[in-house]
C-alpha cells in the first residue's frame, strides 16, 4: 500500500530479489504527478483554490483565496474590505514602485514584498491594502498576499466558487491588484467582478477591495 501525503512528483521504484532459482529482476520505476488541489476544493490554508497549473515551478502551481470571513482586527467588519492602494496625502501614492509593476501569474507575491519594503510604503496607514493581506495569518500561513493583476483576473474567472467574493454591481465589486501602472505610478490595476472588466484607478480611490491570497 502507497499513502500519498503531498502533491507533487512521485516516482515508485518496483525491485524483486532474486533466489537460487531466479535472477534478480531490473528495477522497475514510474513517476506521476499528484495535483495540488482541484479549483473550487477547499486550499491547505483554509481558503478555496481558484487556480491550478502543475506546469508552473514547484511551490506557484495551486492558488488560493482567503475564505470569505478573512479580515484581520486591523481591518473589521465582514465581507471583503474596501481600502485605498495608498492615500493621496501619504508619500506611498507618488512613489513609481517598479518592481511592483509586473502583471503576470506568479508575481504577485514579489509585488506585494516591493511594496510593503518600499521606504515610501512601509507600514498600514501608507500601504492599507498591501498590509491588510499582509497582516492576514489565516490556516498558520504568513505568506498571504494581494494578487497581481492576471492573477486577480483568475479570481474573478472562477468566482462562483470562491464564498464572500462580492459581484453585485450595487455593492461596487470592484478589488485592487498588487501591479501598479507602468505608465502612471499614481495609478494600480484592478477588476470589476460582475462583469470582465480590467482597468486602473488612482491608488486613492477608496472603493476598491481586496481578498489575499497564497500560492502552494
Known amino acids: 500500500m502507497i499513502a500519498l501525503v503531498t502533491f507533487g512528483t512521485c516516482t515508485i521504484n518496483a525491485n524483486q530479489a532474486g533466489n537460487v532459482i531466479y535472477g534478480a529482476a531490473p528495477q522497475v520505476s514510474r513517476t506521476f504527478r499528484i495535483a495540488c488541489g482541484a479549483v473550487g476544493q477547499s486550499g491547505p490554508a483554509g481558503g478555496t483554490v481558484f487556480h491550478v497549473d502543475m506546469t508552473r515551478p514547484p511551490g506557484s502551481q495551486c ?10 482586527p486591523e481591518t473589521k467588519g465582514s465581507g471583503d474590505p474596501q481600502l485605498q492602494w495608498a492615500p493621496i496625502d501619504g508619500p506611498c501614492y507618488s512613489t513609481d514602485i517598479t518592481a511592483a509593476q509586473a502583471t503576470a501569474i506568479g508575481t504577485g507575491e514579489a509585488n506585494m514584498t516591493a511594496i510593503i519594503t518600499n521606504a515610501s510604503c512601509d507600514s498600514a496607514t501608507e500601504a492599507p491594502a498591501a498590509w491588510a493581506a499582509l497582516q492576514y495569518a489565516g490556516g498558520g500561513q504568513t505568506d498571504w498576499f494581494m494578487a497581481s493583476k492576471d492573477e486577480l483576473n483568475q479570481l474573478y474567472e472562477n468566482r462562483a466558487v470562491v464564498p464572500g467574493i462580492e459581484t453585485d454591481p450595487g455593492n ?3 478589488y485592487w491588484s498588487s501591479s501598479q ?6 495609478s494600480t490595476w484592478f477588476q470589476y467582478f460582475d462583469y470582465f472588466f480590467q482597468g486602473i484607478s488612482t491608488k486613492n480611490d477608496f472603493i476598491q477591495r481586496i481578498r489575499p491570497v497564497r500560492a502552494y
Open 63 to 72: 492558488f488560493e483565496a482567503a475564505p470569505a470571513d478573512w479580515q484581520t
Open 172 to 174: 461596487e465589486p470592484f
Open 181 to 186: 501602472s507602468a505608465d502612471d505610478p499614481e
